[in-house]
């Protein structure tokens, strides 16, 4: 057994060739095809990554928007209650007024009537008066005749 150096020349040469053939055949388009998928599945990694950060974002938005909206629809509630609360106090404040007008005018009516009333009873206590006056007068007054003439007076008023 001995080692012919032939033999392993054409060995290597074989061993060379086909490393260069499958290098080519093989191990080079087989290597481009798995950069080319990595590549694609970079890319659809990287479109997936600004799919969830679009959706995030969009979700965000949505969130601050219903967020507005809801303190916007809070603002109005209040605004729109307080504005009730002053139409309520501007009525509740008008009826006072007018029930003050009322009642102070029904006080100067009542107080005019007291007064009308206070002169017809002078006018009338005076005319009595005069009336009892000249009738004491023409008559002589006696005690008798001054009772009965008081009497008369008050029946007469009373």
Do not use: H, W
Request: proline content about 1%.
């Amino acid at each position: 057994m001995s080692i012919d150096i032939v033999s392993v020349l054409l060995i290597i040469a074989n061993v060379l060739v086909l490393y260069f053939v499958l290098n080519k055949l093989l191990y080079k388009p087989i290597a481009k095809f798995i950069g080319k998928r990595e590549e694609a599945i970079g890319r659809a990694r990287d479109q997936i990554n600004r799919g969830k950060t679009a959706e995030a974002d969009a979700k965000a938005r949505a969130e601050e928007i219903l967020a507005q909206a809801r303190a916007q629809a809070e603002k109005l509630s209040a605004q729109i209650q307080e504005d009730g609360r002053v139409r309520a106090d501007a009525m509740v404040a008008q009826a006072r007024e007018q029930a003050e007008g009322i009642v102070q005018k029904a006080r100067e009516q009542m107080e005019s009537e007291r007064e009308q009333m206070r002169r017809q009873v002078r006018e009338e206590a005076v005319g009595s008066a005069l009336a009892l006056t000249s009738k004491m007068l023409k008559r002589e007054v006696t005690r008798e005749n001054n009772q009965d003439m008081i009497d008369e007076y008050l029946e007469k008023v009373g």
